[in-house]
């Protein structure tokens, strides 16, 4: 069952760090961290997740703005936590605001922008 897509809604997502979320910018073995791209993938992840459970089964979202700073490094198997909080709804384009933490240092933090599409829409 759906609920009401509406500004306010919030969902946090616990992950870990693993192999195919890191990048090593020194080639130096066992200094891997948290690639931005991959933070970024599970902050959309998680905007996507919220949106997707207040949406009938018929639309989904599709990801087109994002504007994120990664702050702080965070090696493999970190555990971090991603939040994601709805703050507006314009049209069809929804504006989140995001974070990654590990505990409660902030990795990463910004806003993404999702718009809701209907799935046969999508080839
Ligand atoms: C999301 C999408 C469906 C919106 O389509 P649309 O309603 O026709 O889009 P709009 O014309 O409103 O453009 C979307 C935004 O891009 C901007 N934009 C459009 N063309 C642009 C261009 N050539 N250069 C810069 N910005 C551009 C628009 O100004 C708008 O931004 P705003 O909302 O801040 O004003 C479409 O942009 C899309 O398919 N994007 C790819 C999504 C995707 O594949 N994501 C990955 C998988 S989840």
């Given at each position: 069952m759906t609920s009401e897509l509406t500004t306010g809604l919030e969902l946090r997502r616990e992950w870990q760090v693993g192999p195919s979320h890191l990048y090593n910018?020194?080639?130096?073995?066992?200094r891997e961290v948290l690639s931005s791209p991959s933070m970024i993938m599970e902050m959309e992840t998680t905007c996507a997740l919220l949106a997707k459970s207040s949406l009938p089964g018929t639309q989904t979202t599709v990801g087109f703005h994002v504007d994120v700073k990664h702050i702080a490094p965070a090696k493999a198997g970190a555990t971090i936590t991603t939040f994601a909080r709805l703050d507006t709804i314009d049209g069809r384009k929804l504006t989140f605001h995001v974070e990654a933490k590990e505990g409660d240092r902030v990795v990463g933090t910004g806003r993404h922008r999702r718009a809701i599409v209907n799935i046969d829409e999508l080839r």
């Open positions: 910018p020194t080639d130096i073995a066992g």
